[in-house]
């Protein structure tokens, strides 16, 4: 879809593209363009097409096509936004963008000037231009409220300011300059409104087929049934005597009812309350009702108020006392030799008092109604420094050059305006362009025109200009009339080439002057004034006593319109015309100060029909508007000029030799940089201050590579930007860090002289403390005792013996000495202690056998040591090595342990094998099956072996036992445990004798036998010679 309606935009486009170049859309590019007919057929041509703009330059031509052309869309307005002016065909919003853009990039203000008679299109043009910056500006920071006020001004104004003429059915009946202010982003910020000369009169009086200001048609028509029985009115614009002057109150092409509503809602737009609504209405109704108020004479021919209803409402309305209006509107006060006199009127001042009143009013609050509007636009920030960066783009819309049947002081205000304007269109584009070629010394054939100076000066000049004049017949002591006014005008500038009166005329022109009529040859063409009037409406006069009554008003508007300070000042105000004079003059002056743009509207036929072109009438108009010499002087010319120095300036970035800095004149700079942009000769001329470019678009080739180079040139500032910005950012970021690194730097610094502070008096401490170790504890050396306690005790636990065998202990100092023994004491006791909780029942009885085996033969016996490592075994014999009768003799006596010995004979020692069985009560030697010897333990006195390494050893009996042989002389591989266990069931463990040399023992009864132990190198069991036993036991290493 987007693609369909997208094409059809471009076939649409393209279709618009083909049909504007009907004619030619710039008069410059005329063939033949000093003939004006050939302008006014390419009008011709353009307005059938319904194109209705045409260039001459940079000066818009506008034909009213009065019909809707749909040529303001905001499609249009897109089409015409940052465009070049003759890229695309002719259009107000390509002024209004031009205008946008000189004011954006160049800062200066801008004026749009838009003219032409009225009816052509003016307001209409005004309303645009300010739609297309409302729509197309960025939007302001605090949001569309400006746009919106912006806008919505403009109908308020209308209803209060326009009305239907003959020449126009909203003509605006005041002069209108309207200041937009952008602020530095382009977006609009505020605005302001000067307004010029309202037409008051019609207020009280209209012409046939004219209406008074639309406001009151509006009120009427679209008005609340509430609202207007508040107001006291009724809905038929009939009844209003002022309303009906013109008798043409419904319009065809007008709805008032819509256009109330529009109103309405515009109001509250631009800040009105409710209240300030239902004022400003309170006093459009009053003017009605004033209007409908009649006079009767009373005997004395005084007027008398005879419409008491009006009144009534009056009185409510405006807030005013019924007695003090109603006499005010009866009666004339006069000052008299400072005394107050009140005279009464007759009906005929009494009628010009109520008209009066009513006319001021309304005028008044119609200068309010600006007032306010302008507190509505004020940028609100104006205190603010942006403020200040605003530009102004004004916009110019005035009431256009009129000419009725009967023209009235009205029509010469409004006339005399247009001159004023049209003087400044020649200055600004005529004259001073000649003069500025002449000035720069540029080649030049000067061009003719019409230069209207001379009415300007027949209307304004000091003493002998006619408004001169008619103030001076104002001011005038004595009967000054409008009549008196004409003859005193007719003496002074009589021979006055464009001034003309009855008296003056010749015979053929004279029948169309009235007595009472004076003709100016206005630049627009003929006007024929009526003086009736003149002095009236110059002089503005309103009687004190109504200013009095109005300054009473409970009305706010009309208290704040009415000012008490009016009545005591005694100076006279200046009169109508004079005021309306200094304003234009001041007017002229504010668009001076601003660079120009215009837009001329012609309008097509009196008829205000679409699609009609009156030749007559627009000849004529392109006449008086000057529009032939505009474009002869445009065509003779330079599209484009401009000062040296701004031309570098804005240009010296394309031309390496003029960028970034040009030392030179700035001349010299403008000629290397033209040269260099390859400008051909006729392009260009060089005059004493400024270039001047013939061509459009010999400058747009020159603005499009400026775009280009601008690009090129964002970037690379942006890039340097960047990098500055980088770089400051990264300079910063290392400042802080160096920052926090020598602070840390410091703080740890500190830390460590601390630190290395500390240590040192800790060192000096313990080296003093070192030193004085030996004396008694002071404060000197307490803190090394502790150190050396503390670390002793410290080393201690960690170095704490593991276990009961290890004898290491780390030496005290002297001081815990005593505490360092009782806790080795405790260690080890304590590791006794656990050890003794950790062994077995079976390897306590081991211990213990293996204690008393020490007991008895540590040191004493050689083999000793070798037993030690083997442990002891409960019995060397098993069960089934013992023979069954044996067990079966001992009965249920247990053998407590058993072990092969070799029993030596007493008498010739021959070894015989044998067990020895330990019961609880006896030894037994035992030979095979047979219990060879039984000894009881108490018959066994004693045990005895040699301290030598042999394995022999006896047992010694009781002697008085006669059963016994004697004593038993046994061998056992296992002799240490063989005996520490006879021993211990025995309980004989002191009785064991270790014996040097020899054993003596009882070999039976009264023969001892003797057993002789020598050392050898190895073992050996003989009989010796001499009976004895002779062993030789080995000699043992470990000895
Ligand atoms: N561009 C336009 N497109 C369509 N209609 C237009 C255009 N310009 C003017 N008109 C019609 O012409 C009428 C008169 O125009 P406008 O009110 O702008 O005249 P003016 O020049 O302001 O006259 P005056 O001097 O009396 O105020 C408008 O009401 C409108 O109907
Ligand atoms: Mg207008």
């Not at 459009?696 to 499009?704: S, V």
Request: with cysteine.
């Amino acid at each position: 879809a987007a693609l369909g309606s997208d094409g059809v935009r471009v076939t649409m486009e393209s279709a618009l593209t083909a049909r504007d170049r009907v004619g030619v859309q710039d008069f410059v590019l005329l063939e033949n363009f000093t003939s004006e007919a050939a302008f006014i057929e390419n009008l011709r041509r353009r307005f059938r097409e319904n194109l209705i703009y045409t260039y001459i330059g940079p000066v818009l031509v506008s034909v009213n096509p009065y019909r809707d052309l749909q040529i303001y869309s905001r499609q249009h307005m897109e089409r015409y936004r940052g465009v070049s002016f003759y890229e695309v065909p002719p259009h107000l919003f390509a002024v209004a963008d031009t205008a946008y853009r000189a004011l954006r990039t160049e800062r200066r203000d801008q004026a749009v000037m838009i003219s032409g008679e009225s009816g052509a299109g003016k307001t209409e043009a005004t309303k645009r231009l300010l739609q297309f910056y409302a729509e197309t500006c960025p939007a302001p920071e605090r949001g569309g409220a400006v746009r919106d006020r912006l806008l919505q001004s403009n109908p308020v104004l209308e209803a209060f300011g326009n009305a239907k003429t003959l020449r126009n059915d909203n003509s605006s009946r005041f002069g209108k300059y309207m200041d937009v202010q952008f602020d530095f982003k382009g977006a609009p910020a505020g605005g302001h409104i000067l307004s010029y000369l309202l037409e008051k009169s019609r207020v009280v009086h209209q012409n046939h087929g004219e209406r008074n200001f639309h406001i009151f048609y509006q009120l009427l028509e679209g008005g609340e049934e509430e609202t207007l029985r508040r107001l006291g009115l009724e809905r038929n614009p009939q009844s209003y005597l002022y309303l009906v002057k013109g008798q043409c109150a419904k319009v065809s092409s007008i709805n008032d009812k819509n256009d109330w509503k529009v109103v309405r809602k515009a109001l509250t737009v631009i800040d009105f309350t409710e209240d300030e609504v239902e004022d400003l209405l309170s006093i459009v109704a009053s003017v009605l009702h004033l209007g409908n108020i009649h006079f009767a004479a009373d005997e004395e021919s005084n007027a008398q108020v005879t419409t008491e209803n009006q009144l009534k409402y009056l009185t409510r309305l405006l807030g005013v006392e019924g007695s003090t209006l109603r006499e005010a509107l009866t009666h004339r006060k006069i000052i008299a030799k400072g005394e107050e006199l009140l005279s009464p009127l007759n009906l005929e001042q009494a009628a010009y008092a109520r008209d009066a009143l009513a006319k001021a009013v309304y005028s008044r609050t119609f200068t309010w109604l600006v007032a306010k509007i302008n507190r509505s636009l004020a940028s609100k920030d104006a205190e603010s420094p942006s403020w200040r960066s605003t530009t102004v783009l004004g916009l110019l819309d005035i009431y256009g050059f009129e000419v009725f049947q009967n023209n009235s002081f009205e029509q010469f205000c409004i006339n005399y305006c247009n001159e004023k304007l049209q003087q400044l269109f020649i200055e600004l584009t005529l004259k001073s362009e000649q003069e500025e070629y002449e000035a720069e010394g540029i080649a030049w054939e000067p061009v003719q025109y019409f230069n209207n100076k001379i009415i300007c000066d027949l209307v304004e000049e000091k003493f002998k200009g006619i408004i001169s004049i008619l103030d001076e017949e104002c001011l005038r002591p004595g009967e000054a009339t409008d009549l008196t006014f004409l003859e005193k005008l007719e003496d002074t500038v009589k021979h006055h080439p464009h001034f003309l009166t009855h008296k003056l005329a010749d015979q053929r022109t004279r029948k169309s002057l009235g007595r009472g009529e004076f003709r100016l040859l206005h630049y627009a063409g003929e006007v024929t004034y009526n003086v009736t009037g003149f002095l009236d409406k110059n002089n503005d006069l309103l009687f004190r006593n109504l200013k009095e009554a109005m300054c009473c008003s409970e009305n706010p508007i009309m208290s704040q319109c009415f000012d008490r300070s009016e009545l005591s000042d005694k100076k006279r105000p200046e009169t109508v015309a004079t005021q309306f004079k200094m304003s234009l003059l001041q007017l002229v002056e504010i668009l001076k100060s601003k660079e120009p743009a215009y837009v001329r509207c012609i309008k097509p036929n009196d008829a205000k029909q679409p699609g009609r072109f009156d030749e007559v009438l627009i000849r004529h108009q392109v006449k008086y508007l000057g529009l032939m010499e505009n474009l002869r002087v445009r065509r003779a010319g330079f599209a484009y000029r401009r000062k040296y120095e701004a031309f570098l300036q804005r240009y010296k970035s394309l031309c390496p030799e003029t960028w970034p800095i040009w030392a030179g004149r700035p001349q010299d700079g403008v000629a290397v940089l033209v040269r260099h942009l390859g400008y051909k000769p006729e392009e260009y001329k060089m005059g004493r201050t400024k270039i001047f470019i013939r061509f459009p678009k010999t400058l747009f080739a020159t603005e499009d590579a400026l775009e280009v180079r601008r690009q090129s040139l964002a970037t690379k500032i942006q890039a340097t930007w960047r990098g500055f910005h980088w770089r400051q950012k990264f300079l910063r970021v290392k400042r802080s860090a160096i920052c926090i690194q020598s602070w840390w730097r410091g703080t740890l610094g500190r830390r460590k002289a601390a630190k290395r502070k500390w240590a040192a008096q800790a060192i000096r401490r313990l080296i003093r403390g070192f030193i004085l170790r030996h004396a008694p504890r002071c404060p000197e050396n307490a803190f090394f005792l502790d150190h050396v306690r503390t670390s002793f005790l410290l080393n201690l636990r960690r170095q704490l013996p593991r276990n009961i065998l290890d004898t290491s202990w780390p030496t005290p100092p002297p001081a815990l000495r005593e505490a360092s023994k009782l806790l080795q004491e405790l260690c080890r006791k304590n590791m006794v202690w656990k050890y003794c909780r950790s062994i077995s029942p079976e390897w306590k009885q081991q211990l213990q056998q293996k204690a008393v085996a020490s007991e008895i033969f540590k040191g004493k016996k050689d083999n000793y040591p070798q037993s030690v490592p083997r442990l002891f075994i409960s019995t060397r014999l098993g069960a089934d090595e013992i023979s069954p009768k044996v067990l079966q003799a001992l009965g249920s006596e247990p053998i407590q342990y058993a072990v092969p010995v070799v029993k030596y004979d007493r008498k010739g020692y021959k070894p015989r094998s044998r067990q020895l069985l330990l019961t609880p009560s006896a030894v037994l030697i035992v030979e095979d099956a047979k219990v060879k010897q039984r000894i009881e333990y108490a018959n066994l006195t004693g045990i005895s072996v040699s301290s030598l390494s042999d394995s022999l050893f006896v047992l010694h009996v009781q002697r008085e036992d006669n059963k016994q042989k004697g004593d038993v002389v046994l061998q056992s591989d296992h002799v240490i445990e063989t005996l520490t266990k006879t021993a211990l069931s025995a309980d004989r463990v002191n009785n064991i004798n270790i014996n040097q040399g020899s054993i003596t023992f009882a070999g039976g009864p009264g023969r001892d036998g003797i057993i002789d132990f020598t050392t050898g190198s190895e073992l050996l069991v003989t009989k010796a010679k001499n009976g004895h036993l002779a062993v030789v036991a080995p000699r043992l290493n470990s000895r």
